[in-house]
Nanobody, 123 residues
Framework: QVQLVESGGGLVQAGGSLRLSCAAS????????MGWFRRAPGKEREFVAA????????YYADSVKGRFTISRDNAKNTVYLQMNSLKPEDTAVYYC????????????????WGQGTQVTVSS
C-alpha cells in the first residue's frame, strides 16, 4: 500500500507560479515512477508529467512542456511539480500517482493515487 497526499494548490493569476508537492508513505517510494495528472471541469483526467524512480528521466505533455518541471526527492519521499507561466487552461484538480513506467501517459497504468489538489488560474 502507498498513501499519497498532494499539497500546494491554490488560486493564482495568469503568468504566476505554483509548486505542488506529493508526499508518499507506505512502500518504498524510490522504487516507483511517479506521475502528475489533472482533471479540468467537464473533461477527462489527462497526463501532465512523469519521472523515473531515480529522477533521471522526465516526460511531459506537450501542453506544459517548457513551463512545468517535475522533480523528486527520494530522501523526503516527495515528488514536486513546479508550474510556471500558468494559464487559465491549467485550471484543474491535480493528482499524483505511482507507476512502473514513466514513459506511460495512460492513467490506467498508474496504480496508487492521491486525493488531488485544486489549482485555479484567473485571467
Amino acid at each position: 500500500q502507498v498513501q499519497l497526499v498532494e499539497s500546494g494548490g491554490g488560486l493564482v493569476q495568469a503568468g504566476g507560479s505554483l509548486r505542488l508537492s506529493c508526499a508518499a508513505s507506505g512502500r518504498t517510494f524510490s522504487s516507483y515512477a511517479m506521475g502528475w495528472f489533472r482533471r479540468a471541469p467537464g473533461k477527462e483526467r489527462e497526463f501532465v508529467a512523469a519521472i523515473s524512480w531515480s529522477g533521471g528521466s522526465t516526460y511531459y505533455a506537450d501542453s506544459v512542456k517548457g513551463r512545468f518541471t517535475i522533480s523528486r526527492d527520494n530522501a523526503k519521499n516527495t515528488v514536486y511539480l513546479q508550474m510556471n507561466s500558468l494559464k487559465p487552461e491549467d485550471t484543474a484538480v491535480y493528482y499524483c500517482a505511482t507507476g512502473s513506467d514513466p514513459r506511460s501517459s495512460w492513467q490506467y497504468e498508474y496504480d496508487y493515487w492521491g486525493q488531488g489538489t485544486q489549482v485555479t488560474v484567473s485571467s
